[in-house]
């Protein structure tokens, strides 16, 4: 799956605002580039910009922490200068873009500059679900600003940023374990084990590209949908491909990407956290033009079955596509959750309720298709039919059942020979594992052939592009963490 959906962009058009760095792609037209606190010295510097993406540029808030005095530490100032340009965000409905190398905050401005990193915090923590919020590392980003790449919507680092709460001197003074800065924090740490890093790429350059490849499928605010993709994709193309990548054997291994990209336009994907969980793909696309985000089961990793790192990730990106009005296109094939002491012991409970709450609260348009095996559990957290989801299909050739046929007659008929067994397995197999008893329950509305599965779902984005529900009042829910 690429990275980068490989779409044409225009070049920046003018330098940057008098005093101001630019970062690329992000380039001030005439009249344009307004400067936020613009005569406060600090290491922040603020102003309004212009970012070029496929439907032209979009203004956004532009942040810069700078490396080039005193490592990037911020002062008070600086924290009250991000506080502010959030504030501007906000009350402007404009995307937040931060471009961060900090070395934490400025020891010689002593308590005051903890406060002032906290505002930043604050403020950005309001911008959450209203504006989008991502954050560029390229370099360190170190203590308490460490924790504000936790906060935002998405997170890009280059391949030498660095970003941890607590450093090398600190975890060797405490633990006694020598470590260094890019084994504790690096980005290939970050991608892997931690899910901090949304997408990894080598260099600024890199960095650039993939924000705006991110901001081609999102709005510039919570209150508006996010804007149509052009595309010469027939929006009734077959998909025969994406039926023939399933093996005949219900344990065969394939990587769904295959099947993401057959549905997607032009087969352009951008997947987010590729390397932390595996095991579930998180990916923004589009159908017929409309953004998606696919979320889907990863049977090439952990036979596809839903963990805690994997739960996590999937709870944050249906949370994300649906403070931003981007519908969701589930995928499942899953034998459900991944069974162990460890996991259990570490709060799958929690974690995996984060999924299903994730799904529960989502009011944006859902349709999921069941490509092969839906199990247990893991049926019910992967957008079923009794979540609120809007349309559920599956492929004939899918088993949805509490449990597969081997797990069902051991538990049921553990005493019956393996003869037997063999024939139980039959039989339940031939009454239960088929989608057309859930479809005669009403768990399933249809059955349809892998073929026009790209057709089906665009129909029903359609359909549902005018999808509104009513929310009840309350302060906010009490999410699962």
Not at 1 to 23: I, K, N
Not at 90 to 102: G, K
Not at 354 to 372: D, E, G, H, K, S
Request: aromatic share 6%; net charge negative.
């Amino acid at each position: 799956m690429a990275s980068l959906p490989p779409r044409t962009r225009p070049g920046p058009t003018t330098a940057a605002p008098s005093g101001a760095t630019p970062f690329g792609a992000f380039s001030p037209v005439e009249g344009r580039g307004v400067q936020i606190r613009a005569k406060v010295p600090g290491v922040v510097q603020a102003w309004i910009d212009e970012l070029d993406t496929v439907h032209g540029p979009r203004e956004v808030v532009m942040v810069k922490v700078g490396a080039n005095e005193k490592a990037g530490a911020l002062s008070p100032r600086d924290g009250e200068t991000i506080a502010e340009a959030a504030h501007v965000a906000l009350s402007q409905r404009l995307p937040v873009i931060v471009e961060m190398s900090s070395s934490g905050a400025d020891i010689g401005e002593g308590l005051a500059a903890l406060h002032g990193w906290g505002q930043a915090a604050k403020a950005l923590s309001a911008c959450s679900g209203v504006v989008p919020t991502v954050i560029v590392v390229d370099g360190p980003a170190v203590s308490g600003p460490a924790l504000l790449l936790g906060i935002a919507d998405h997170v890009v680092m280059t391949s030498e940023a660095y970003a941890f709460v607590s450093g090398p001197h600190m975890v060797r003074e405490f633990t006694g374990v020598p470590i260094e800065k890019v084994d504790l924090g690096g980005s290939g740490s970050h991608a892997r084990n931690t899910g901090v890093a949304t997408v990894v790429v080598d260099d600024s350059d890199a960095a650039r590209a993939a924000v705006a490849a991110l901001f081609d499928f999102l709005p510039s605010h919570n209150d508006e949908l996010p804007p149509r993709i052009p595309t010469d994709d027939p929006a009734d193309r077959p998909v025969p491909e994406a039926g023939e990548v399933i093996p005949a054997t219900p344990t065969g291994s394939y990587d769904v990407r295959t099947v993401i990209r057959s549905l997607a336009d032009e087969g352009e994907v951008l997947e987010t956290r590729a390397s932390w969980a595996p095991n579930l793909v998180t990916a923004f696309g589009s159908i017929d033009g409309r953004p998606v985000g696919f979320v889907a089961n990863q049977p090439c990793a952990l036979a596809g079955t839903l963990d805690i790192p994997a739960s996590q990730k999937g709870a944050r990106f249906v949370a994300f596509c649906d403070a931003f009005n981007i519908p969701l296109v589930t995928l499942i094939d899953t034998p459900g959750f991944y069974p162990g002491k460890d996991l259990e012991w570490r709060g799958m409970i929690r974690h995996g309720a984060q999924m299903a709450f994730a799904y529960a609260r989502a009011t944006v348009p859902r349709v999921n298709v069941t490509l092969r095996k839906s199990y247990g559990g893991a049926y019910i957290v992967m957008d079923s039919k009794r979540m609120g989801n809007d349309l559920a299909l599956a492929w004939p050739s899918s088993e949805i059942a509490v449990m597969g046929a081997k797990g069902a007659v051991e538990i049921l008929h553990r005493r019956s020979t393996p003869e037997e067994r063999a024939d139980l397995e039959q039989a339940y197999e031939a009454r239960l594992l088929n989608p057309y008893i859930a479809a005669e329950r009403g768990f399933i509305d249809a059955v349809i052939d892998p073929a026009d599965t790209r057709r089906e779902l665009a129909a029903a984005l359609a359909v549902l592009e005018d999808k509104r529900e009513h929310l009840q009042p309350r302060n906010h829910d009490n999410t699962p963490l």
